[in-house]
């Protein structure tokens, strides 16, 4: 076989002609009075003509490298037909599964892009009256009508009257115990509020609230352990069920620490029937529930797995420590933090991993029947804006026992809060001029102590008997087993905190409560 003879290139510098590329690049000087290669081709390229054969059809446009392909599409039913069809029967089988599932909060739909959701919906969109079904349209319109008279609601006033207020109790029941107002137990109620106690629902604090909620994959509810269903938020947990189904929100019990084990763990077992729930202690350097925590949101980040990372959102009520809460799981001080409510005005981003974005937002309150005493026993009103403090001492010596004030303030014995207040106003040396009692600064003194944790108190959990367990699904596909296995982490995150040593401030309380075996 003979070897073909390759052409040789000139690769001298020196070009065969004026039009041939292969030169040098270089500038041409004054003596040389010749061509670079890319003036070369700059002329060679003026010069372009689309390149034709000898019948006179185009080989190759100007200024063109390559033939477009055809952009004709070719004729085929697949373009006219249905991606994926689905009967009633597969729609109403969807309905029922979804139904069930969902009514679980530890459930999460893992597809929900690939279900037919809008037809899932459309139902409940379009509820019909079915007036036809009460009454055919022959016996109300026609020659042959039998009606006479049409049919009303109420016959008369007195059954009007009971239909209204049926309807009252069915609202009230729904949205909550009531508003702010209703009047008390007398039937009489301040005819205006002060503004100080409307703090945490003005229009801009509420817009706050629907912007974090808006941003957030996972809503975290921070409550107070002392009082949680005092500082429970349901029209935020009925706005996520009917209008953010796609949303999770977990619990967290903050402030562990001022309150026994034991009615932690209680509150755990209870408030975790509704909602997957932590107990936690916030603190930069001793907390507690930070790894659980974390663990948590790493699972809702596997969750998500189609994000490229997920929002967390800290809610509830002014003073329950949800600035705190970020504080300690960045192990930093990034958020303002003081023991006083209102603190952050606006919601802010903090990032606490490539994935995971947390989101701390003001306080909102939501208006219900509490009074004026319990909006600030809750911690939502600044105490030194108070005009008269001594009006809500008497609320804190019926919350708290008697042995607790007693070796507080080292006061043995009070008839009624004002004997409280002259007895600690000696005691400490809050006195005006002429040796009159400051009943009002002593009054602070102690809604101070009270809202900082130095007077122990706490709402005991319901009693119950009955074990939380975990609902676990044994039908699952293989492709969603990364996904059931971080649902079953989260699940096995909350129950180990049943376990777990909650960290108490043992000198608030005696080793009898710290057992559970006072009332």
Request: aromatic share 6%; with cysteine.
């Amino acid at each position: 076989m003979v070897k073909k003879k390759e052409r040789s290139v000139n690769v001298s510098g020196k070009p065969k002609h004026s039009l041939d590329v292969n030169r040098n690049n270089a500038k041409a000087t004054k003596s040389d009075n010749g061509r670079s290669a890319a003036t070369v081709r700059r002329l060679k390229m003026y010069n372009t003509r689309p390149t034709r054969n000898a019948a006179g059809r185009i080989l190759k446009h100007d200024l063109q490298s390559k033939d477009l392909p055809s952009t004709r599409i070719m004729p085929d039913r697949r373009w006219f037909g249905n991606t994926r069809v689905v009967n009633q029967k597969e729609l109403e089988f969807f309905r029922e599964e979804l139904s069930t599932r969902l009514s679980s909060n530890y459930n999460v739909i893992l597809k929900d892009r690939k279900l037919p959701m809008s037809l899932l919906n459309d139902h409940q969109k379009q509820a019909r009256v079915h007036l036809l079904d009460t009454e055919p349209f022959s016996d109300a319109f026609g020659p042959k009508t039998k009606r006479k008279r049409p049919k009303l609601i109420a016959s008369d006033y007195e059954s009007l009257l009971k239909r209204a207020d049926g309807s009252q109790d069915a609202f009230v029941e729904k949205h909550g115990a009531g508003t702010s107002a209703e009047g008390g137990e007398d039937g009489f109620r301040d005819l205006v509020r002060h503004t100080m106690f409307e703090k945490g629902q003005s229009k801009r604090i509420w817009g706050e609230l629907y912007k974090v909620i808006d941003s957030s994959d996972v809503v975290v509810q921070v409550l107070d352990a002392r009082d949680p269903q005092g500082t429970r938020c349901y029209h935020l947990e009925r706005h996520l069920k009917e209008h953010c189904k796609h949303k999770h929100m977990i619990f967290l019990l903050n402030k562990c620490d001022l309150v026994p084990a034991w009615a932690t763990k209680g509150w755990l077992r209870t408030l975790s029937k509704d909602y997957p729930t932590l107990a936690f202690h916030a603190s930069i350097n001793k907390s507690f529930g930070k790894g659980s925590l974390l663990s948590v949101l790493r699972q809702f980040a596997r969750l998500k797995n189609d994000k490229q990372a997920i929002s967390v959102g800290f809610v509830g009520y002014p003073n329950v420590g949800k600035s705190s809460v970020i504080n300690t799981l960045r192990t930093k001080n990034v958020c303002k933090v003081a023991p006083i409510p209102g603190e952050t005005k606006v919601w802010q981003y903090i990032t606490l991993t490539k994935r995971i974005f947390l989101i701390d937002c003001p306080g909102v309150v939501y208006q219900n029947s509490d009074t004026e005493t319990d909006i600030v026993l809750k911690g939502v009103v600044r105490v030194t804006n108070l005009a008269d403090a001594s009006e809500h001492i008497g609320e804190v010596l019926k919350r708290v026992k008697k042995e607790h004030l007693q070796r507080a303030y080292k006061i043995s014995n009070w008839e009624d809060d004002n004997d409280f207040l002259l007895q600690l106003c000696k005691s400490s040396g809050k006195l005006l001029k002429g040796g009159e009692p400051d009943l009002t600064t002593a009054a602070k003194m102690i809604l101070h102590d009270w809202q900082r944790g130095k007077i122990p108190f706490f709402v005991p959990p319901p009693k119950q008997e009955d074990e939380i367990e975990a609902e676990k699904d044994e039908d699952v596909d293989d492709d969603d087993e990364k996904a059931v296995t971080a649902r079953k982490a989260i699940e096995d995150v909350i129950l180990s905190q049943h376990i777990e040593d909650v960290p108490i401030q043992t000198d608030l309380f005696s080793e009898a409560e710290l057992i559970g075996e006072t009332s």
